[in-house]
Each structure stands twice: as structure tokens, then as C-alpha cells.
């Protein structure tokens, strides 16, 4: 229900929050509005990006390899978005204009992982580049733009849920619903579920056990929940009967959940080889053994050079008693200068002859 210059009166009673207006346009240069919902999802990208950039220095993956990587996944993530969105609602695009006229709204975040991974699995596999490693980075990262471009929605006023009287229900007025309708506020549940995942997952990172568990945490814990808000929408996609993105969350999310627990288990048996942040402790502690003789070591060069000095003392120590038994030496012991005890003893004898 993406609408351009949507005016909206938005409110939360339960939770004291008044009817407050929103519009869908944000400022216009001349003719040319710029949406709300462009600006919001633009931002979930950079943040996105900037996420992969900031992991990439700890996943050991070139910084370069990164933004070459985020042209090519954003651009296919939209196309993937698009064109999920349009066959899921192929009768109402019957013009390449409306098939392409995306700033007019729809698009579906599955359509958009789908779209991005494949880009993205081409991308890497040309490179040369652990797909595993990269799409652990990849999974937190969509999910904070989840975060951020869920608020797109709520500038047009829509990606809302039933009707409810709970206390955090969420009021709407616009020229569509004239009289306020107080209904789920479906985009904040994805929206606040996304970033627990989010913390949850960036807490558990470094101690994943093989590359890859961080993707199939992402995916599982999105499905679960995508799974039971999509219960709540009033604007799903359908095939038939069924909500495909309900049925793709709860795809998803048992698939995940098994080749997470099986493949742990594996790892447990050293299966798969270490991971980065695996190799890097093992340095860690490594380091600190080889530390340790240290001390030892520092003490036995020390006692090796106590003897050597020990031994050249004794070596000198002869040639030192032989020198004092010289008469020089004997004299100048006493104080005098040689022959001046003789002397004196002549003089003595003189002095009592006279």
C-alpha cells in the first residue's frame, strides 16, 4: 500500500503516545519528492555495509573485497526484492513501467536474500573467498538493516497486523482508513525481534564453532520469527490460500534449526577446520606456554655466567699472591721508600758511638 505523499495520524493510547502526523515524503528538489521509505532503507543499507566492513578486519577478508561485494549484493538484493513482490502479484503488473516503478513501492525481503545471496555466492566463488565466512558476516548484517528499514514501513503508514485492543496497539488515520483503526504494529515486532537476534548472535559470534553456524543462526532465528508475525499481517503475499512468506519462514527455520544441530555435533568431532577466531586463541595459548620457561632459562644464563666469572677470579688469583712477596711490594706495604730502614740504622749506631 506504498503511497507517495501519504499523510498519516499515527497513535499508541495504550501506550499514552497521542495521534501524532506523518508523511510519506520527506522534502522535494523542485518536482521530485524524496520518500521517507528510500531515505530508511538506504540507511539499513550503509549500516549493513559498514557492519561487513567493521567483521570483515576480524574474519581476516580484505576490506576492498567487501565494498566490490556490496555493489554487486545490494543491486541484485533489490532486483531479487522486486521481482519476488511483482510474480507474487503478477496481475497487477501489466506494463514494464509499473514492473520497474519501484520507487511507487513493493518489495519483499525474500526476495531480496535470495536475490543478494545468489550475487553474492557468484561473487565469492570467482574471488576465491571463504563463502562460508562471508555469508556468517552477511546474516547479522541484513538482519540490522531489517532493523533500521522496518521503520520505512511506518512512515507509510503500513506492514501493519490485525485489528487488537492490547495495550500497545497502534492507531491509524489516513484517506484509506478515514476512521482510526488501532491494529498490530507488526513492522515493530520484526523490527525489535531483529535486533535481539541481532545483540544475541553478535554475543555468540566469535565463539561460533565452524563457518557457517552464524548464517544458519541468522536464518533460523529470523524464519521463527517472520513465522508467527506474518500470522498477524493483513497485506501477506499469497499463493492460493497460503501466506508464501509464513510457509518460507517455516521452511527456513526447521531447515536451519536441523543442519545447525547436526552440524555442531560435527564440529564437536573436528569435522570442520577452525575457525579464525578458533586460530587465534590456539595462538593465544600457544604464546603463553612457550612464556612460561622463560624465567628458568634467565636463571641458568645467569648461573652459567656466575661460574665463567667465578673461573677467570681463580685463574688471576696466583700471579696476584706472587706479586706480593717481592720486596717492592713488601716495602711499599710499610709505607717507605726502599733502602730507608737501613739508613736509619746507621744513623742509630753513630749517634751512640759518638
Not at 484509506?176 to 537476534?197: A, D, K, M, Q, R
Not at 529470523?222 to 501466506?243: A, K, Q, W
Not at 632459562?297 to 706472587?322: D, H, I, N, Q, R
Request: one cysteine or more; proline letters at 3%.
Amino acid at each position: 500500500m506504498s503511497s507517495r505523499n501519504l499523510e498519516s495520524f499515527i497513535s499508541f493510547p495504550g501506550l499514552g503516545i497521542e495521534e501524532f502526523k506523518i508523511n510519506s515524503v520527506a522534502f522535494k528538489i523542485g518536482n521530485f519528492e524524496i520518500v521517507w521509505y528510500g531515505i530508511i532503507i538506504t540507511l539499513g543499507i550503509v549500516a549493513a555495509v559498514s557492519y561487513v566492513i567493521w567483521r570483515a578486519h576480524q574474519e581476516k577478508i580484505k576490506t576492498d573485497d567487501v565494498l566490490d561485494l556490496a555493489i554487486y549484493v545490494v543491486l541484485a538484493g533489490l532486483v531479487g526484492a522486486r521481482l519476488y513482490y511483482v510474480l507474487m502479484k503478477l496481475s497487477s503488473y501489466d506494463t514494464l513501467y509499473k514492473i520497474i516503478a519501484v520507487w511507487e513501492g513493493g518489495l519483499a525481503i525474500y526476495g531480496g536474500i535470495i536475490g543478494g545471496s545468489i550475487a553474492a555466492a557468484i561473487f565469492l566463488k570467482v574471488k576465491h573467498i571463504s563463502i562460508a565466512r562471508v555469508f556468517d558476516m552477511l546474516g547479522p548484517a541484513v538482519m540490522l538493516g531489517q532493523v533500521i528499514g522496518r521503520w520505512g514501513n511506518f512512515m507509510n503508514a503500513e506492514a501493519f497486523g490485525e485489528a487488537t485492543t492490547l495495550p500497545w496497539r497502534m492507531g491509524i488515520r489516513n484517506k484509506y482508513y478515514p476512521e482510526t483503526i488501532y491494529v498490530h504494529p507488526t513492522f515493530l515486532y520484526e523490527s525489535l525481534w531483529n535486533l535481539l537476534g541481532f545483540t544475541v548472535i553478535n554475543l555468540l559470534y566469535k565463539k561460533k564453532r565452524f563457518d557457517g553456524q552464524v548464517l544458519l543462526m541468522y536464518v533460523a532465528w529470523y524464519g521463527l520469527g517472520r513465522m508467527f508475525i506474518e500470522g498477524l499481517r493483513t497485506d501477506s503475499l499469497y499463493v492460493g490460500d497460503i501466506r508464501i512468506s509464513q510457509l518460507v519462514a517455516f521452511v527456513t527455520f526447521v531447515c536451519a534449526s536441523m543442519l545447525l544441530v547436526v552440524m555442531l555435533a560435527l564440529a564437536r568431532r573436528g569435522r570442520f577446520a577452525p575457525t579464525v577466531f578458533m586460530e587465534a586463541a590456539a595462538g593465544t595459548a600457544a604464546a603463553g606456554d612457550n612464556a612460561e620457561p622463560a624465567p628458568a632459562e634467565s636463571v641458568l644464563a645467569e648461573s652459567k655466567t656466575a661460574k665463567s666469572a667465578a673461573a677467570e677470579s681463580a685463574a688471576t688469583e696466583p700471579v696476584a699472591e706472587a706479586g706480593t712477596d717481592t720486596p717492592e711490594n713488601a716495602e711499599s706495604t710499610d709505607g717507605g721508600e726502599p733502602g730507608e730502614t737501613k739508613e736509619t740504622e746507621n744513623e742509630s749506631k753513630d749517634s751512640e758511638g759518638k
